[in-house]
């Protein structure tokens, strides 16, 4: 069992930056492949990165690839998400999971944090 807690979200404006984190319980954590994904009002849930166990490969969404940054320390068993160059798009409640395998898809995560909203003004 794994429990996942992010924070870091906020208001910010377009152009600014947040750095979110998600920390999890238990000392299984490394072993966990990890993704960020995010909902905005009235749509589905996507992914936004996701990032294998050692840190060593990580997987972007075309719509954030080159603004946002995964990483990882497992020795804090925490997971992070750099956003830079926010946009009013990005607007979202944003949520760390845990997976067995590296994977896009929401239905391939086992455990999810509450989410943190993550709000960007134009």
């Known amino acids: 069992q794994v429990q996942l807690v992010e924070s870091g979200g906020g208001l910010v404006q377009a152009g600014g930056s947040l750095r979110l984190s998600c920390t999890a319980s238990?000392?299984?954590?490394?072993?966990?492949?990890m993704g960020w994904f995010r909902q905005a009002p009235g749509k589905d849930r996507e992914f936004v990165a996701t990032?294998?166990?050692?840190?060593?490969?990580?997987y972007y969404a075309n719509s954030v690839k080159g603004r946002f940054t995964i990483s990882r320390d497992n020795a804090k068993n925490t997971v992070y998400l750099q956003m830079n160059s926010l946009k009013p798009e990005d607007t979202a409640v944003y949520y760390c999971?845990?997976?067995?395998?590296?994977?896009?898809?929401?239905?391939?995560?086992?455990?999810w944090g509450q989410g943190t909203q993550v709000t960007v003004s134009s």
């Open positions: 999971a845990a997976s067995r395998g590296a994977a896009t898809s929401p239905n391939e995560y086992d455990y």
């Open positions: 238990g000392r299984t954590f490394s072993t966990y492949v």
């Open positions: 990032i294998d166990w050692s840190g060593g490969r990580t």
